[in-house]
């Protein structure tokens, strides 16, 4: 069974800090990684992918993927309570895997 | 407007009743597929299909059927509903399979 495995949360941090979210895959085959952003009573949207190895810098999120350590995460820079929210990482194993999600609470 | 729709978007039904929940996307997407989110399980996928009169199982298919018989279109059944079923369902589709995926606003439905 292909797992995709983050810490559920919640995550806390202040306004302006940098919110790290970590996900660790078993799939050593997998090469297309994907975080959604899913707000309180929404749908999940897409804000990253990333295929390659190192980072991937959009705006205030980074997205790093270490493929030899199976780990994919995403650093928010700058954190405002609009980023508030969990944060689900989905990863290509024939199919798409999401993990469970992280809470993040950023607080004013 | 692009987008894919869902409905209802809330039902409450009893076991053993029939239900269809829709699932339509106005992008010309090849690719759609049904999850449901449950508390600290995260999404997990019930049916994919790749294209039209293509289906296929996902890992919690038990207890649902699907149909694609028009591109836009891709029905959720649950013949026999059980509280088990619970749950908060998305629809979703892309342009491929490991393209973005664009969520419905999901159809919460309680089986009692």
């Known amino acids: 069974q292909k797992e995709v495995e983050q810490n559920s949360g919640p995550l806390s941090v202040p306004e302006g800090a940098i919110a790290s979210l970590n996900c660790t895959y078993s799939?050593?085959?997998?090469?297309?990684f994907f975080w959604y952003r899913q707000y309180s009573g929404k749908s999940p949207e897409l804000i990253m992918f990333?295929?390659?190895?190192g980072d991937k810098e959009d705006g205030r999120f980074t997205a790093q993927l270490n493929k030899a350590s199976q780990y994919v995460s995403l650093l928010i820079r700058d954190s405002q309570p609009s980023d508030s929210a969990t944060y689900l990482c989905?990863?290509?194993?024939?199919?798409?895997?999401f993990g469970q999600g992280t809470e993040l609470s950023v607080k004013p | 407007e692009a987008q894919v729709t869902q409905n209802p978007r809330y039902l409450i039904t009893v076991t053993g009743k029939k239900l269809t929940v829709t699932c339509s996307q106005n992008?010309?997407?090849?690719?759609m597929s049904w999850y449901r989110q449950d508390p600290g399980l995260g999404l997990r996928q019930i049916y994919y299909?790749?294209?039209?009169?293509?289906?296929d199982k996902g890992d919690v298919p038990e207890g649902y059927k699907v149909s694609r018989k028009e591109k836009r279109n891709f029905p959720l059944i649950l013949e026999s509903p059980s509280p088990n079923q619970t749950s908060l369902y998305f629809c979703?589709?892309?342009?491929?399979?490991?393209?973005?995926?664009?969520f419905g606003p999901g159809t919460r439905l309680t089986v009692t």
């Open positions: 979703a589709s892309s342009l491929q399979l490991l393209w973005e995926q664009y």
């Open positions: 799939d050593r085959g997998s090469q297309s």
């Open positions: 990333i295929y390659s190895n």
């Open positions: 989905a990863v290509e194993g024939g199919k798409l895997i």
């Open positions: 992008m010309n997407h090849e690719y």
């Open positions: 299909s790749m294209n039209v009169e293509v289906t």
